[in-house]
């Protein structure tokens, strides 16, 4: 049966450190979106996650646009982009408001999480997100959904990010220069989340991880909500500079090893070929062991999952862990890493792929799409279309806005 489609046209883009991945679709009356249009080029300007300098990354994104314009057919006009990058931060909060009539209403729910919300931030931090646990009425705990609840006390429990306003202004910027309006901001691992991760997974309690070029996103879940967030600025570039360093290398050989022979676990060399790199100076090669490479490769992977495996212990998430851990990101395609996690955690551990409909399935189902194809279900899912905001009318203040009306998003 011919599937009916929306006619509406919906954007995202992922502003990752290492590339820009555009995706036009639309949603299906069955709510299944489909891809009509990709975009990718390397990124420039970006660092660990944020811009660095405004005029090369808005160069790419303007080349992936066009690439996605003229693969969809359409003149992309606005867009939901991911923010990431060490300035982020999180927290969970609470709240709590009377009910005045006895039952909650729509403004008591927004009234406690106002109260949840109302939590001094450091200087330059500003809200991204606010998202809800969990309700209660008169302390009986855990509710989804509580309007039209009797009681006499409404509570609310939250997960607060927040990010700092020059990055989120940054990046705005950057799309604007390249033509785009951008309708929305969402913490990447939350998109990467929403493209990878099944409800049963989110409902029983799971950990995602992208692994991208310069940051590593985690986000907790379990009951359907969001339980922790993290960022951390190490990811895939910094084994890539390692290599550089550790085997004399130019920044491009070293990628290059790395993506053909690269391996995390020692164990899994099977024979110890030599191969030939590019050395730094001057055009010559010389050979060395794929040993020499996993020599290298394996303590940062060790090392990185190590950090987040601290945090979540030090922090008493292995709770939420019950379905285990995903890892996505273009980091995640590093051959054994799932066994160097599968050690480190002790639980199961899979890799997370976003299942894209488009035409040729191999172009996009890979990890490293999975935030762009997240930051589509969420455009897809919340049909933003006139509620822009705009870098010159209005600037943080009609951001704010748009971020009071996250409050429902990703639960
Ligand atoms: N086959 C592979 N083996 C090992 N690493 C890989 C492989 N393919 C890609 N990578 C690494 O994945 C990283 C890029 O991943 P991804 O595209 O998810 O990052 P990004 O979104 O651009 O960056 P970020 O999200 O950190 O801003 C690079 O460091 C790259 O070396
Ligand atoms: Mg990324």
Known sequence: MKKVFTDKLLTAIDIGTTKICVLVGHKSADGTVEVVGVGRVPSEGLKKGVVVDIAKAAYSIKQAVKEAEIMANTTIESAVIGISGGHIQSRNSYGAVPLEKGEVRQEDIAAVMAAARAVPLAEGQ??????????????QDRINDP?????IRLEAQVHIITGSVSSVQNLVKCCELAGVKVQDVVLEQLASAQAVLSDDERELGVGVLDIGGG??????????????????????NHFTN????????TINDAERVKRDYGLADLNLLKEDNELEIEMVQGGKTRMIHRSDLVAILEPRAQELLSIVHEEIIARNLESYLISGL???????????????????????????KPHIQIGDPDLLNNPMYATGYGLLLHATKNQLSSDLYSHHDGGIGRLLIRMKSWVSDFF
Do not use: C, K, N, W
């Open 215 to 236: 940051t590593s996103d985690l986000a907790l879940y379990q009951r359907g909500a969001i339980r922790h967030t993290m960022v951390l600025p190490v990811a895939g």
């Open 147 to 151: 309007l039209g609840m009797h009681g």
């Open 326 to 352: 995903v890892i996505t990101g273009g980091g995640s395609l590093l051959e054994g890493i799932q066994d160097v996690a599968h050690a480190i955690f002790d639980l199961p551990i899979r890799l997370g």
């Open 242 to 249: 390692d290599l550089a360093i550790g085997l004399r290398t």
């Open 126 to 139: 500003q809200i991204l997100h606010v998202l809800p646990q969990f309700f209660s009425v008169d302390g």
